[in-house]
């Protein structure tokens, strides 16, 4: 079974500042891959990034960059240069070979950025 | 990038009817249909996995008499919540999957959002 933590409710970062937001992971599956969603409050999920188990680089996509520490079984993303549209829900989730493709998500991290 | 659509986006229905609720993928063939279930302020769920032609398979604690799932085509899948209760209100998320995606996951459809009154 794979479960993914988030344990930072909420958060704030001050607009055009970087912000981390935390996600762990656990799964016995050496074939997974990780990713970040936003949630804005239309409810719609937007594909941020993804990094998979065997890649040797993070991920980066624009603003977003993916801190992979496999050893430690954590993905945090991080985004620099906030936005005011950046405020919304960030989901980590993961999928593996195992789980057909299934997503399996953390509790979520409500970002706001201040301006 | 891939485009899944959902419909309705959002309605509203009395306690004891029942409604459904479509995805569809709009520029690939999906063999695989997620569906997925947020209560307001959590995460999402996965409730079922549709394979296009055979029957779901629902996630434990799902009854899968309640939410009927039909996936008749490669490029549609219906969710249908029967006998509908208030407790059911919820956001309701597919996403829709092609054979050469990997370990990488479908594409979300924007969601339908159920209020049972």
């Known amino acids: 079974a794979q479960k993914i933590t988030q344990t930072q409710p909420g958060m704030f970062v001050q607009e055009k500042e970087a912000v981390t937001l935390d996600c762990t992971y656990d799964?016995?599956?050496?074939?997974?891959?990780l990713f970040w969603y936003k949630q804005p409050s239309s409810g719609e999920m937007i594909f941020l990034i993804y990094q998979g188990s065997y890649d040797q680089q993070n991920a980066t996509e624009g603003r977003y960059s993916l801190n992979f520490q496999k050893a430690r079984k954590s993905a945090n993303l991080v985004i620099s240069a906030s936005q005011l549209g950046d405020s919304a829900m960030y989901f980590c989730a993961m999928s593996t070979i195992g789980s057909a493709r299934q997503l399996t998500f953390g509790s979520g991290t409500q970002l706001t950025v201040l301006p | 990038g891939a485009v899944v659509s959902q419909h309705p986006s959002r309605v509203i229905c009395k306690s004891g009817t029942s409604v459904k609720i479509e995805c569809r993928s709009l520029?690939?063939?999906?063999?695989?249909m997620f569906w997925y279930r947020q209560f307001p302020k959590q995460s999402l769920m996965l409730m079922a996995t549709?394979?296009?032609?055979?029957?779901?398979?629902?996630e434990q604690g799902v009854e899968k008499d309640k939410f009927l799932i039909n996936h008749a085509s490669l490029t549609l899948s219906t969710l249908t919540v029967t006998s509908a209760h208030p407790e059911d209100s919820s956001f309701y998320i597919c996403?829709?999957?092609?054979?050469?995606?990997?370990?990488?996951?479908?594409?979300f459809g924007p969601g339908t959002r159920l209020t049972v009154t």
């Open positions: 549709s394979n296009e032609g055979s029957k779901a398979t629902y």
């Open positions: 799964t016995s599956d050496p074939s997974y891959g």
């Open positions: 996403s829709a999957a092609s054979p050469s995606g990997g370990t990488r996951p479908g594409y």
């Open positions: 520029d690939f063939q999906a063999t695989t």
